[in-house]
């Protein structure tokens, strides 16, 4: 294992520009994820909508409007009012040493992989944990057999 290729989850779920905060409300909890990339109709990246992102406009909607009024509130919201555009992003040729510092350094749980505007996956934080404990578990196999 070298570039993010090889640790990505490239068959992502994903939401289109004009989806509604519902829909991706509903995704997240589906899929049990806390990122959604947002793409256009023909797959370039747009974007990226978090489980914080629908958290804060829900405390916002709830202040305002009480709890009842949120699903008709998300329904009516389109997603790419609410995505970041601007994230950063990494090719899948990336090294695995140079997202693992992005992750360092920046604080970020996900990272987009984008070849030519296109997305191909996405690789989050807890890949990286779990690539650590496969190399753990590999390196304790290799000690037990000396």
């Not at 959604?36 to 990246?45: A, C, I």
């Not at 405390?59 to 008709?72: H, I, N, P, Q, R």
């Not at 989050?124 to 057999?145: E, I, M, P, R, W």
């Amino acid at each position: 294992m070298q570039t993010v290729a090889d640790i990505m989850t490239a068959k992502v779920v994903s939401l289109r520009e004009h989806d509604n905060l519902h829909q991706a409300r509903m995704l997240l909890k589906e899929h049990n994820i806390r990122h959604l990339p947002v793409v256009s109709e023909d797959g370039r990246f747009l974007g990226i909508l978090s489980q914080r992102d629908l958290l804060n406009n829900a405390f916002k909607v709830v202040e305002a409007y009480g709890f009842s009024k949120l699903d008709t509130r998300e329904q009516r919201a389109e997603v790419k009012d609410f995505m970041d555009p601007n994230c950063q992003t990494m090719p899948s040729s990336a090294s695995l040493v140079e997202a693992g510092a992005f992750f360092v350094a920046n604080k970020h749980n996900c990272l987009p992989v984008v070849d030519d505007g296109q997305l191909q996956g996405i690789v989050t934080s807890v890949d990286f944990v779990k690539l650590s404990l496969h190399l753990l578990q590999k390196n304790q196999a290799a000690v037990k057999q000396r």
